[in-house]
């Protein structure tokens, strides 16, 4: 049974940070791509970043490009989303999603992804 399960989220005032992590049982984790989403009520699911199974050339949504990063750790079966800097616009529920290295599509793409999990809110509010 795969289990992807996501923590760190929380409240933190505009400009600060937070560490999202994504922990994957189930699955063979260094063989598939990762992937950060994030949804508001309301709205379709949002791609926020990517990293291949490969864990190089991570690809990020423009919004938060420099402010954001993605990262894995294979020993650990885990991926990071440090963010920083982080603005109201960023409060969502987060989501983590893993794809096989088989899949098809742009990370961007939330068909890409075969498994996700429950989501880990993140409010930027002062």
């Known amino acids: 049974q795969v289990q992807l399960v996501e923590s760190g989220g929380g409240l933190v005032q505009p400009g600060g940070s937070l560490r999202l992590s994504c922990a994957a049982s189930?699955?063979?984790?260094?063989?598939?791509?990762m992937g950060w989403f994030r949804q508001v009520p309301g709205k379709e699911r949002e791609f926020v970043a990517a990293?291949?199974?490969?864990?190089?050339?991570?690809y990020y949504t423009d919004s938060v490009k420099g402010r954001f990063t993605i990262s894995r750790d294979n020993a650990k079966n885990t991926v990071y989303l440090q963010m920083n800097s982080l603005k109201p616009e960023d409060t969502a529920v987060y989501y983590c999603?893993?794809?096989?290295?088989?899949?098809?599509?742009?990370?961007?793409?939330?068909?890409?992804?075969?498994?996700w999990g429950q989501g880990t809110q993140v409010t930027v509010s002062s």
């Open positions: 999603a893993a794809g096989k290295k088989s899949s098809s599509g742009p990370y961007y793409y939330t068909g890409r992804y075969d498994y």
């Open positions: 189930g699955l063979p984790f260094s063989s598939h791509a």
């Open positions: 990293i291949s199974w490969r864990g190089g050339s991570p």
